[in-house]
């Protein structure tokens, strides 16, 4: 009895281990090279529960393993959000904050 409760538990957690490597597969689908890394612009005019809850999914992503780093880029965010977007940068080392009155990192060529 109790070596078919041990298979069991064992059987249950290598079915759990391959659901998590599966998971970890699908949502990181980028494989780069030895010197490629990723940069993610989040352009952003948001209030700050939206704009925390993009940058933790993406910073959540990069501590996964996603090789990138994540720029915020003021795209007229609100003093709340402002201030918001500035303790993310220092919470968190893949983050950077670009100001609205810097010049913008990023413009989409094709418009």
Excluded: F
Excluded at 39 to 61: G, I, K, N, P, Q
Excluded at 68 to 80: H, R, S
Excluded at 100 to 110: D, H, I, S
């Amino acid at each position: 009895m109790t070596l078919h409760l041990a298979l069991t538990i064992l059987a249950a957690a290598i079915v759990i281990l391959l659901c998590w490597m599966l998971r970890g597969a699908a949502l990181l689908p980028v494989r780069l090279g030895k010197k490629q890394r990723l940069t993610l612009h989040l352009h952003t005019a948001s209030e700050v529960t939206e704009l925390e809850a993009a940058v933790r999914s993406l910073v959540w992503l990069i501590r996964d393993g996603l090789p990138a780093e994540l720029i915020i880029e003021d795209a007229g965010l609100d003093p709340d959000a402002h201030r918001a977007a500035l303790l993310l940068e220092k919470q968190y080392t893949c983050v950077t904050y670009h100001a609205a009155a810097e010049e913008p990192v990023w413009e989409n060529v094709n418009t």
